[in-house]
């Protein structure tokens, strides 16, 4: 294929959105360039008022393959994500089995991710208190970087670290270079607010959110932060939930700490006060918090020292949801989102007064400079991969389960009515997504090693 330009009226680049055209040669792109610039031997497609997007890299996902392939799978999960504007997805260490704790584990993954992609993707390595010795290799055979769980993270595959293993292993995680992704709970707080509710209603979600106090956080987030200033590593706060935490992390910060932070899609448009008893296609962990915390954290947005929004999309079986009883104490903690989060966001922000190109840093530019290949994915600009999305941002719908395209078809947004719509989605310069249908064949590859 020759010189293909793609023209719209709003191409969202970190410099803002202008008219232009995005040029694109094989895979790759040639060049963003202004309407009256386009080659003459250019193919050209023009999309008009719909605005063309980065594609979005989801740093925070849960594929469960393999090992748990009835819970998603790579083919699903990258479908789901092609629909929902993603092009690359980094998944996390856990919930497949084996856990990718060592190298041997991420070759299994491979093995299973073969064939099988839509979009490109990459892996976490996990941090286990047995697996120190792992840390070298896991990075220089090819993991983005570090995940570990200060709390029992819900499996029985994947251990929780203590301080002193951290202690110990923090020293060759700094030497990698790779940052240390944290889930920032610590079990004392929630341990101790969960035997007070022991015999409350487990069916209301107050109970759930009672027993997860945001001092969880805040005190895990303390935590890393003191053991981030002693051994000088790459602090990466997965998922916050609470606002209370954010003046801490500012303050870190300000001191040049090396600290970045993420938070979901559900922690900013859902709050604690609209989630009906029963309803466990809500529970997560942290919990989703009430209407004023999900204001501080659109703060924390805003003020920058949260850096990016990421699913942390996690299904499981329908029965593990225990949606029939209803009971948040044994329901599965996971949100399903990746075909949804784009318009979730925009259907929020653009209400808040954001833009597109808020979107395009928090939902892409940021999480591809987390896994480290922002020199190849999450913004438009020549020499990066043609990974762009097509995006009717003046398009409401109603979520129906056929515009879910992971393997259960479970989500809090169902018969929501959202803002914006993906049109197409191409990854590397190919069409895959378009108007609800895939196009061609799975052709996501792993993200070459650094
Ligand atoms: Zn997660």
């Not at 991420?106 to 047995?130: F, M, N, Q, T, Y």
């Not at 997504?433 to 993200?447: I, K, W």
């Amino acid at each position: 294929m020759g010189l293909q330009a793609f023209l719209s009226r709003q191409v969202v680049t970190s410099q803002g959105i202008r008219p232009g055209a995005i040029l694109v040669e094989g895979e790759r792109i040639l060049a963003v360039a202004k309407p009256g610039e386009v080659p003459a031997n250019a193919t050209c497609e023009d999309f008009g008022n719909a605005a063309l997007l980065p594609g979005l890299v989801d740093s925070h996902v849960h594929i469960n393959e393999p090992g748990r392939a009835d819970w998603e799978g790579f083919y699903t999960a990258t479908q789901a994500a092609a629909a929902g504007g993603y092009t690359t997805l980094v998944d996390m260490p856990l919930n497949c089995v084996p856990a990718t704790t060592n190298v041997g584990a991420l070759e299994e993954k491979r093995r299973a991710a073969l064939s099988r992609c839509w979009i490109d993707w990459a892996a976490w390595g996990g941090l286990v208190p047995d697996n120190r010795d792992q840390i070298a290799e896991l990075a220089r055979t090819g993991v983005a970087g570090f995940k570990c769980f200060l709390v029992h993270p819900g499996i029985e595959e994947f251990a929780m670290v203590s301080e002193p293993d951290l202690r110990e292993a923090l020293p060759i995680v700094a030497k990698s270079g790779l940052p240390l992704l944290v889930h920032a709970e610590l079990g004392g707080p929630i341990e101790a607010a969960t035997a007070r509710l022991k015999d409350d209603d487990w069916c209301s979600y107050r109970t759930y959110l009672q027993s997860r106090p945001d001092k969880a956080e805040r005190d895990a987030i303390e935590l890393m932060l003191a053991l981030c200033r002693e051994y000088g590593f790459r602090l990466h706060i997965v998922h916050l939930a609470t606002g209370s935490a954010l003046e801490i992390l500012a303050t870190a910060r300000a001191d040049g700490l090396s600290v970045s932070v993420e938070t979901c899609p559900h922690y900013l448009h859902i709050a604690a006060e609209s989630i009906p008893d029963g309803a466990t296609q809500c529970k997560c962990a942290p919990p989703i918090r009430d209407k004023a915390n999900r204001d501080q954290l659109w703060q924390g947005l805003k003020d920058g020292v949260i850096d990016m929004v990421v699913t942390d999309h996690s299904p499981c079986p329908p029965v593990m949801k225990r949606q029939q009883e209803g009971d948040f104490r044994n329901a599965w903690g996971g949100i399903t989102s990746l075909s949804m989060a784009l318009p979730v966001m925009w259907t929020e922000a653009k209400q808040r007064g954001f833009s597109l190109t808020h979107l395009a840093r928090w939902m892409a530019e940021r999480p591809a400079w987390l896994a480290g290949c922002s020199s190849q994915k999450g913004c438009l600009a020549a020499g990066c991969d043609a990974d762009f999305v097509v995006f009717d941002a003046e398009a409401e719908f109603t979520v129906k389960r056929d515009r879910l395209h992971h393997r259960h078809k479970i989500s809090p947004y169902l018969g929501e009515t959202l803002r914006g719509r993906v049109r197409r989605t191409y990854m590397r310069g190919r069409l895959v997504f378009h108007d609800g249908e895939f196009v061609g064949v799975p052709a996501g590859r792993e993200l070459p090693r650094r």
